[in-house]
């Protein structure tokens, strides 16, 4: 049978990549990078033979390419504050402090770092509806209004919307210029979030102010509807490649049985299945690395995928052969 495991770069151990950074491999940065995507919980777990997370230590080396594409994942969460377990607990922010001086990306580090502690606060106050703290950094700041860490779904905007908060957004528009039309990790306007939480008035209010907003929200429904088309699509095809398995184990026999256990993509028996949007079951590590190489289309049927979401055929890390 042929294999496919000498193409799939599947992702490395907590306790490879965490060893990796430590030791300040560089060339190796990308694997970590590539399994973070994966488990994005890593990066700031310390574990119990050590005092630092894998976070620490590129604040610790200066690991500044490394860092900026991590918190450029959409939606990663983390808590860029997470303190060590030394003695005294120090966060990522006083760890940069102490090694600033130590080289040019190190400086950058923690100048990237700090700009992201403001936002991260200025952020927080909207989200926690503190809105008189968000007044006050505004007045220092102005621009703030239309900033957020990379890492965060929402700007200031979104949050308002999802909290229904009129009389905050009508005030703190007078703090700044809002921009109406940014959009949050997910590609959402505000209006859009407000109608997810059933704020319709406020919706509507929204884009009363800004008909750009409401024109992307038509676009968005419009892209909506033609995936949802390309799905019904995908799901024909999915009941005909169901179709032919179940005739393959009617007849028994042993290639044909084998087929329904392996990767249409490597051609090996499944380790970790996952089910992707067509509808078609892939090994994790290599479907991971179709959709990381840019590709938006179904490998087995060429058709728009509705989405790259990735979901376990089994729970609890079992395995189909042990």
């Given at each position: 049978?042929?294999?496919?495991?000498?193409?799939?770069?599947?992702?490395?151990?907590?306790?490879?990549?965490?060893?990796?950074?430590?030791?300040?491999?560089?060339?190796?940065?990308?694997?970590?990078?590539?399994?973070?995507?994966?488990?994005?919980?890593?990066?700031?777990?310390?574990?119990?033979?050590?005092?630092?997370?894998?976070?620490?230590?590129?604040?610790?080396?200066?690991?500044?390419?490394?860092?900026?594409?991590?918190?450029?994942?959409?939606?990663?969460?983390?808590?860029?504050?997470?303190?060590?377990?030394?003695?005294?607990?120090?966060?990522?922010?006083?760890?940069?402090?102490?090694?600033?001086?130590?080289?040019?990306?190190?400086?950058?580090?923690?100048?990237?770092?700090?700009?992201?502690?403001?936002?991260?606060?200025?952020?927080?106050?909207?989200?926690?509806?503190?809105?008189?703290?968000?007044?006050?950094?505004?007045?220092?700041?102005?621009?703030?209004?239309?900033?957020?860490?990379?890492?965060?779904?929402?700007?200031?905007?979104?949050h308002l919307a999802f909290?229904?908060?009129?009389?905050?957004?009508?005030?703190?528009?007078?703090?700044?210029?809002?921009?109406?039309?940014?959009?949050?990790?997910?590609?959402?306007?505000?209006?859009?979030?407000?109608?997810?939480?059933?704020?319709?008035?406020?919706?509507?209010?929204?884009?009363?102010?800004?008909?750009?907003?409401?024109?992307?929200?038509?676009?968005?429904?419009?892209?909506?509807?033609?995936?949802?088309?390309?799905?019904?699509?995908?799901?024909e095809v999915k009941i005909?490649?169901?179709?032919?398995?179940?005739?393959?184990?009617?007849?028994?026999?042993?290639?044909?049985?084998?087929?329904?256990?392996?990767?249409?993509?490597?051609?090996?028996?499944?380790?970790?299945?996952?089910?992707?949007?067509?509808?078609?079951?892939?090994?994790?590590?290599?479907?991971?690395?179709?959709?990381?190489?840019?590709?938006?289309?179904?490998?087995?049927?060429?058709?728009?995928?509705?989405?790259?979401?990735?979901?376990?055929?089994?729970?609890?890390?079992?395995?189909?052969?042990?």
């Amino acid at each position: 049978m042929a294999t496919g495991s000498s193409v799939i770069q599947k992702s490395l151990s907590f306790e490879q990549i965490f060893d990796i950074v430590k030791k300040n491999e560089k060339a190796r940065f990308d694997e970590v990078y590539r399994t973070l995507l994966v488990k994005p919980d890593d990066f700031t777990t310390i574990p119990d033979n050590d005092n630092y997370s894998i976070l620490h230590y590129l604040v610790i080396n200066g690991a500044l390419d490394l860092f900026n594409r991590i918190i450029a994942i959409p939606n990663i969460h983390f808590i860029l504050l997470t303190q060590t377990a030394t003695k005294p607990r120090k966060d990522a922010l006083q760890l940069a402090i102490d090694n600033q001086t130590k080289s040019s990306d190190h400086k950058k580090l923690y100048e990237t770092i700090n700009r992201l502690v403001t936002l991260d606060k200025f952020v927080g106050h909207g989200k926690h509806k503190q809105i008189r703290d968000c007044r006050n950094m505004l007045l220092q700041e102005p621009d703030l209004i239309n900033l957020k860490p990379p890492y965060r779904k929402f700007f200031l905007i979104h949050h308002l919307a999802f909290d229904n908060s009129r009389d905050a957004f009508d005030q703190l528009r007078e703090s700044g210029v809002m921009n109406m039309t940014l959009l949050t990790n997910d590609q959402q306007t505000a209006s859009e979030i407000a109608l997810e939480q059933n704020h319709k008035e406020f919706a509507a209010y929204l884009e009363s102010l800004s008909p750009e907003m409401r024109s992307i929200r038509e676009q968005h429904e419009q892209e909506n509807r033609k995936r949802n088309a390309e799905k019904t699509k995908q799901s024909e095809v999915k009941i005909k490649h169901d179709e032919k398995i179940e005739e393959q184990i009617r007849k028994a026999d042993g290639d044909n049985m084998l087929a329904c256990f392996t990767c249409p993509l490597t051609k090996d028996i499944f380790q970790d299945p996952v089910v992707l949007s067509d509808g078609f079951t892939y090994e994790r590590a290599a479907i991971q690395q179709w959709l990381d190489t840019g590709h938006t289309r179904s490998p087995m049927t060429n058709i728009e995928l509705a989405s790259v979401a990735l979901e376990s055929l089994f729970k609890n890390e079992r395995r189909i052969f042990a």
